[in-house]
């Protein structure tokens, strides 16, 4: 397999004290070769270079539903673990991280430790939910935890100290022995019965999340607040595609004072252009709704927050945000129709240890233009054409 950065929310826990980047051996003789058939590598390589997080899902779905004996497993269920950390999705990242673990000798030691990392770092990120404080999920995360120190203690370390994005592997094998300590400190109090207080993530309130952007009011620029985004026909958004995000924190009473980082994720409601949708609220969108997150937005943008101190609020705003890239993937009279009803926009807090210590979201209406409803051959989910 290949060697794989880290990178987006798996890293940025360790902004503050790691490079995101880890040196593999390099990959021993397998056991096995791989035999696949050219139609079997080409579902894979479909799944496996799929952008979108959802639809890459579906597509690995349906590869092991009709290879479920491929020779390519080790690489789909390491695509699944990926994904579903990269969605957020803690419970599946673990679920597939295990699938991947349980191969055995079918993966080398590096692969084994970047899994049993992404499976700590998984547990230790949604250790606060009900689900990941039942002893059976204490007792997997605190045996996958010791096997991650001992793989760690059986990696390579160059006697030139080779380095790694400025620094040298040592400094990165204390940090990763931190990650897997902290794991097994979190399992053993849970099999106490007693949650960890690195699983008790509220300590920081997200008290509002508001948009703004420049605006034309008359024949003057305004900056103002924005309360949803309209499809012009000259394909811009109005009030503009470029808005800034601001939100107040609030350390709660008990939170340490310290330095913190903030990074926001944006993702869309994306659905055909029917009346059907352009009916639909944002409070009527429920949880299992399938949210996309586009590459044509660049999100996370990682914020440290400095110094903060338990009741002090705090007026954080984030820049650049433009949604210019996002209308063009949509063009006018594409055979799909397809239309980001919603842009939901996540803001998250984490300490220094990576813990989510608050978090909050703003769903936002995106309004196609009258143009595009007529090329789309708008219509009511009836057939019938909608009302003037």
Same mark, same amino acid.
């Given at each position: 397999?290949?060697?794989?950065?880290?990178?987006?929310?798996?890293?940025?826990?360790?902004?503050?004290?790691?490079?995101?980047?880890?040196?593999?051996?390099?990959?021993?003789?397998?056991?096995?070769?791989?035999?696949?058939?050219?139609?079997?590598?080409?579902?894979?390589?479909?799944?496996?270079?799929?952008?979108?997080?959802?639809?890459?899902?579906?597509?690995?779905?349906?590869?092991?539903?009709?290879?479920?004996?491929?020779?390519?497993?080790?690489?789909?269920?390491?695509?699944?673990?990926?994904?579903?950390?990269?969605?957020?999705?803690?419970?599946?990242?673990?679920?597939?991280?295990?699938?991947?673990?349980?191969?055995?000798?079918?993966?080398?030691? &590096?692969?084994? #430790?970047?899994?049993?990392?992404?499976?700590?770092?998984? *547990?230790? +990120?949604?250790? =606060?939910? !009900?689900? /990941?404080?039942?002893?059976?999920?204490?007792?997997?995360?605190?045996?996958?935890?010791?096997?991650?120190?001992?793989?760690?203690?059986?990696?390579?370390?160059?006697?030139?100290?080779?380095?790694?994005?400025? &620094?040298?592997? #040592?400094?990165?094998?204390?940090?990763?022995?931190?990650? *897997?300590? +902290?794991?097994? =400190?979190? !399992?053993? /109090?849970?099999?106490?019965?007693?949650?960890?207080?690195?699983?008790?993530?509220?300590?920081?309130?997200?008290?509002?999340?508001?948009?703004?952007?420049?605006?034309?009011?008359?024949?003057?620029?305004?900056?103002?607040?924005?309360?949803?985004?309209?499809?012009?026909?000259?394909?811009? *958004?109005?009030?503009?595609?470029?808005?800034?995000?601001?939100?107040?924190?609030?350390?709660?009473?008990?939170?340490?004072?310290?330095?913190?980082?903030?990074?926001?994720?944006?993702?869309?409601?994306?659905?055909?252009?029917?009346?059907?949708?352009?009916?639909?609220?944002?409070?009527?969108?429920?949880?299992?709704?399938?949210?996309?997150?586009?590459?044509?937005?660049?999100?996370?943008?990682?914020?440290?927050?400095?110094?903060?101190?338990?009741?002090?609020?705090?007026?954080?705003?984030?820049?650049?945000?433009?949604?210019?890239?996002?209308?063009?993937?949509?063009?006018?009279?594409?055979?799909?129709?397809?239309?980001?009803?919603?842009?939901?926009?996540?803001?998250?807090?984490?300490?220094?240890?990576?813990?989510?210590?608050?978090?909050?979201?703003?769903?936002?209406?995106?309004?196609?233009?009258?143009?595009?409803?007529?090329?789309?051959?708008?219509?009511?989910?009836?057939?019938?054409?909608?009302?003037?």
């Amino acid at each position: 397999m290949t060697e794989r950065k880290w990178l987006g929310t798996g890293c940025l826990g360790f902004m503050f004290l790691m490079a995101c980047n880890v040196a593999k051996p390099a990959s021993q003789d397998q056991h096995e070769k791989s035999f696949y058939t050219s139609s079997e590598y080409t579902a894979f390589q479909a799944a496996d270079e799929e952008k979108n997080s959802h639809a890459k899902i579906r597509l690995l779905d349906d590869f092991s539903i009709k290879y479920p004996d491929s020779t390519l497993v080790p690489q789909v269920y390491r695509d699944y673990y990926l994904t579903y950390f990269a969605m957020m999705n803690y419970r599946r990242t673990i679920e597939y991280a295990d699938k991947f673990l349980a191969l055995g000798d079918r993966i080398d030691p &590096g692969d084994r #430790l970047e899994a049993l990392t992404d499976r700590a770092q998984a *547990f230790f +990120a949604g250790c =606060g939910d !009900a689900g /990941s404080q039942t002893p059976e999920a204490y007792m997997s995360a605190k045996t996958a935890a010791v096997q991650g120190l001992q793989a760690v203690s059986q990696f390579p370390i160059p006697p030139d100290g080779l380095r790694v994005e400025g &620094g040298s592997v #040592l400094p990165v094998r204390e940090h990763l022995e931190a990650l *897997f300590y +902290a794991v097994v =400190g979190i !399992a053993e /109090s849970g099999l106490k019965g007693q949650i960890h207080d690195s699983c008790i993530s509220k300590k920081i309130e997200i008290e509002s999340i508001k948009l703004f952007s420049w605006q034309q009011v008359s024949d003057k620029r305004k900056y103002a607040e924005l309360q949803e985004f309209q499809e012009t026909k000259d394909l811009h *958004f109005l009030p503009s595609a470029r808005f800034e995000v601001v939100c107040e924190l609030k350390g709660e009473p008990d939170l340490p004072a310290g330095d913190f980082l903030l990074w926001t994720v944006v993702d869309f409601f994306v659905a055909p252009v029917t009346q059907e949708y352009e009916e639909v609220e944002a409070d009527q969108i429920g949880p299992s709704a399938g949210w996309d997150r586009l590459a044509e937005i660049h999100d996370l943008k990682p914020l440290p927050i400095y110094s903060l101190h338990p009741g002090e609020t705090r007026r954080v705003v984030i820049k650049d945000f433009d949604l210019a890239k996002v209308l063009a993937s949509f063009p006018v009279g594409s055979p799909d129709s397809l239309w980001p009803w919603f842009v939901r926009l996540k803001i998250h807090v984490q300490d220094r240890t990576g813990r989510q210590i608050g978090s909050a979201e703003r769903i936002v209406h995106l309004s196609p233009d009258s143009v595009r409803k007529k090329t789309s051959r708008y219509q009511s989910p009836s057939g019938k054409a909608p009302k003037p």
